[in-house]
């Protein structure tokens, strides 16, 4: 299977209490047969690729993940980062052989009165982990071969900008 991150642009601003604010799209394809993804992590990581130096953020409320099934309904799944990362277990991600499947990233922002004026200029920086996966982090399961990947590389995760939050 290949994956691969497309640019969200960089220094972008978010104001505070944004709601699904998209952060990173992941586009994968199944090289050899089709795959089934049921656990993967995001990770809020400020440099290159993302797992290796997850940090906690109080800028970032909650993350969503948008995600087609094997009938290609689009599926959402929500939880809260913990130290940094967040594992979604459960997910129904299907990825075909051939094409293209899009896994897309968003977070809500915290709003000042939740957090504190310590949010404004906070930074984070969050996509899919692709560093130091195990079991515990990344499941992808062959559709045909049953055979287990762990690995959950991602190409081009450079490209996901950070963002910054400020004040409406």
Request: charged share 10%.
């Amino acid at each position: 299977m290949d994956a691969a991150t497309s640019p969200t642009g960089s220094n972008l601003q978010v104001p505070t209490g944004a709601v699904n604010q998209t952060v990173s799209h992941v586009r994968m394809r199944g090289t050899d047969e089709p795959w089934l993804i049921p656990k993967l992590t995001v990770c809020n990581d400020m440099d290159g690729g993302f797992g290796d130096n997850a940090v906690g953020t109080i800028a970032i409320q909650q993350v969503t993940l948008m995600y087609p099934d094997i009938n290609e309904v689009t599926r959402s799944a929500t939880t809260s980062l913990v130290a940094g990362c967040a594992t979604f277990s459960g997910l129904d991600l299907y990825v075909p052989v051939d094409e293209d499947a899009q896994l897309d990233i968003y977070v809500t922002v915290s709003t000042v009165a939740q957090v504190g004026a310590g949010l404004i200029g906070q930074q984070f920086r969050v996509g899919m982990q692709d560093l130091n996966n195990t079991a515990a982090t990344f499941q992808a399961i062959g559709h045909f071969s049953s055979e287990m990947d762990t690995a959950g590389t991602v190409a081009n995760q450079s490209v996901v900008g950070t963002f910054t939050v400020y004040q409406p």
